[in-house]
């Protein structure tokens, strides 16, 4: 049976959404149907018809398939994410502080998505992620933490987490992302990044990744995206115009003023509202 229209749907998504929503080999022809008499996408005939519904289509973007990978998948927090380990350490008091903070400014009805970017490398910006990601979860509200840098990953090194499959192969495949479990922090999954494909910027700037946010905003509280340093590459401003809201970066004696006003100035073209900014010193 047919799951891939003219309109270029992915095969993986409609084949996942099929089996998410439990059709028939007769429902798949009553679909195959509508799609040949309107030309329709799969995933649009099936919801004219009323087999699929947008619950569906979210659950399984936002890689809630039960019968994915991602269900038995474990991460564990490496010793160096302090939040994880040692909540009286004097860092793990600060990121509780901008916790708070993000937490005060926060959307009171909907998820609390993060895009969280930096003007260079080696600035603290995926530990700082982490470490966010990790203490939200410990308040018991559903975390998501996403890797987008699809250029030089680390949330899997820092979480101990396969990284075979990621997001970068979900958006390329149009299937369910792998999300992994993180042992210890019920509340915390992560999304690592996948290994690296050659065009991380049109991946990102694909309206899939919105589609996938979508899911993911109805089944997390928060949302954390790690995204690549900007003054090298606008993969990050492709995650911030999906994302709407923004915690920026920078590192004592290491950022350089000019690529902070330049950073903020590329977000206004991006749509990005900036809601916070760390300096880090550590």
């Given amino acids: 049976m047919r799951l891939e229209s003219e309109r270029g749907e992915p095969q993986r998504l409609s084949q996942t959404l099929a089996r998410r929503s439990g059709l028939t080999d007769s429902d798949l022809k009553r679909i195959s149907m509508v799609q040949d008499q309107l030309g329709l996408g799969f995933i649009e005939a099936a919801m004219r018809l009323g087999l699929v519904t947008q619950s569906d289509l979210d659950d399984v973007l ?18 160096s994410l302090t939040s994880a380990h040692d909540p009286f350490d004097p860092y793990s008091e600060r990121i509780r502080a901008l916790r708070t903070e993000l937490l005060m400014r926060a959307p009171k009805d909907e998820a609390n998505v993060l895009a969280v970017m930096s003007p260079g490398r080696g600035e603290g910006r995926s530990r700082i992620a982490a470490e966010l990601a990790i203490t939200f979860a410990q308040l018991g509200q559903s975390t998501l933490l996403v890797d987008c840098d699809l250029r030089r990953s680390s949330q899997h090194e820092l979480f101990g987490a396969d990284n075979d499959q990621g997001l970068a192969q979900a958006l390329v495949e149009g ?43 109805r089944r997390y509280r928060h949302i954390i995206l790690d995204t690549p340093a900007v003054t090298e590459y606008s993969d990050g401003l ?29 977000l206004k073209s991006a749509r990005g509202e900036v809601v916070g900014a760390v300096l880090n010193t550590f």
Avoid: K, N, Y
Avoid at 62 to 79: I, K, L, M, Q
Avoid at 240 to 264: K, P
């Fill in 62 to 79: 936002a890689g809630g398939d039960v019968d994915t990978e991602a269900v038995h998948a474990v991460a564990r927090p490496v010793a």
């Fill in 175 to 217: 299937r369910a992302p792998q999300v992994q479990a993180v042992v210890g922090l019920p509340s915390l999954s992560v999304l690592t990044a996948g290994p690296r494909l050659a065009t991380p910027l049109e991946i990102l700037s694909d309206p899939m990744f919105g589609e996938m946010l979508t899911g993911w905003r």
């Fill in 238 to 266: 492709a995650v911030a115009s999906h994302a709407g809201r923004v915690l920026l970066i920078a590192r004592a004696d290491r950022t350089g003023h000019a690529d902070c006003r330049d950073m903020i100035r590329r």
